[in-house]
Every structure is written in C-alpha cells, then in structure tokens.
C-alpha cells in the first residue's frame, strides 16, 4: 500500500501571501488530520477531517482553513502568511472509525511539507 | 488541562543501554497513550500504544509503563541500537475524539555505538 503522500515537499512564501497544501491518504482511509510542528511548540493539531466534514478543529486561527474531498483527498489553506507560520505540515490518515469502534485508528503520517515564510 | 508534559529534552545512551523517556498528562479524560519515532526528513510513526487498562505493554524492545494513579507514562527502550537514534514523542487522547492527538515535546535520543 502506499504511504500518506504530502505535496509539495517544500515551499517558501512571502508574508501576506496565502499558501494551500496538499495531502492524499492511503487508500480507503477516511479520516485526514493536519498537524503544525516547530521546534518551540512542537507537534499542534490543526484540525480533521472525516468523508468531507471538519470533525475536530484546534486552536488555530481562522487564517487556517481545510478542505476533504470525496477521494479522501485534502488540501489545508493559510492565508495572510506570518513569520511564525513557517513550519512543518503534517497531514496524518487513519481509517476514521474511532467514532464507531470506540477504539482510536492507528494514524499514519505523510513526510510533511517545509513551509518557510520569509 | 489538554498539556502532556515530556522530559528530558534530549538523551544520549551507549549502545546496549536502556533509555527512559517519561511523559505526564493532566486530562483525565485521556484514554489511550501512543508512542512516536520520528526520524529526520521524514513524519512521525507509530510505535507502540497503551491503554490504561493495562500498567505495561511490550513490544519487542520498546516497553510502555503507565501508572495511571499519578497520570504519568514512559518509554523504555531494551538494548538500545544507533539504529534507534531518533526524536520520540509521546501522545495521548480520548478515543471517542476522533483523531485529535496532544503531543509531548519531544525527546531527541541519541545511541553511541
């Protein structure tokens, strides 16, 4: 089976400019989550997404929005670009029934995209 | 009330020792404790996972104890290889909260040959 797939792998940006990146997960996965990591805060949940519907949603600012597809296929948008916005992107894909079995899918992640906001 | 606290920052072992990375969570709603092996350039995989129904799980040479009393959790890691070198964090959540993990800071532990 292939692994989670994040595009681009990197990517620098400009402050003020907007950036979508991508995630497809493994194969009859549904449930896709995006994670932030930084070296001063680690690893933080951005939100879910679960047969196109946000599920979980973290403590991020609105300028962080995310999108599911019928394909399972993801995309997370930031918008007006900050410094502290450069960071490594995780998109994360699990089968998505937790909600059903009580018992929480195993999460695979993706290699992560490189944002850097210069 | 969501912080999982990890310690310590960074570890560094002979080959053969046996590394401890420890973690405490304030949530008691937090229901299951995964483990995370990260290497450079590349995203974050499951190692082992506990429940704490349990106060230990082994898999091969990876060792989760719990002591759900006194909210805390650790990584024992047997034998340890260079090939372990590596940035572990420790995560928890609750199981009916879809896939929402908090995760500890991080450990990077390193394993001289």
């Known amino acids: 089976k292939a692994g989670v797939t994040q595009t681009p792998r990197y990517l620098i940006k400009t402050r003020g400019q907007q950036v979508t990146l991508s995630c497809s997960p493994i194969?009859?996965?549904?449930?896709v989550s995006w994670y932030q990591q930084t070296p001063g805060q680690g690893l933080q949940f951005l939100f879910e997404?679960?047969?196109?519907?946000?599920?979980n949603k973290g403590n991020f600012p609105g300028r962080f929005s995310g999108r599911q597809f019928s394909n399972s296929r993801s995309e997370m948008n930031v918008s007006t670009l900050e410094l502290g916005d450069s960071a490594l992107y995780l998109c994360?894909?699990?089968?998505?029934?937790?909600?059903?079995?009580?018992?929480?899918?195993?999460?695979?992640f993706g290699p992560g995209t490189r944002l850097t906001v210069l | 009330q969501q912080q999982v606290k990890q310690s310590p920052q960074s570890l560094i072992v002979q080959k053969g020792g046996i590394p401890i990375i420890n973690c405490a969570y304030e949530n008691t709603a937090f229901d299951y404790f995964p483990w995370y092996q990260q290497f450079p350039g590349k995203g974050p995989a499951l190692l082992i996972a506990i429940r704490p129904d349990v106060s230990e799980k082994k898999e091969g040479r990876f060792t989760i104890s719990f002591n759900k009393s006194a909210k805390q959790f650790s990584l024992h890691i047997m034998d340890s290889q260079p090939g372990d070198s590596a940035t572990y964090f420790c995560?928890?959540?609750?199981?009916?909260?879809?896939?929402?993990?908090?995760f500890g800071e991080g450990t990077q532990l390193t394993v001289n040959p």
């Open positions: 995560a928890a959540t609750k199981e009916t909260s879809g896939s929402r993990l908090t």
């Open positions: 194969s009859g996965h549904r449930s």
């Open positions: 994360a894909s699990s089968g998505g029934l937790a909600l059903i079995s009580f018992r929480t899918d195993e999460q695979f």
């Open positions: 997404y679960f047969s196109e519907t946000q599920r």
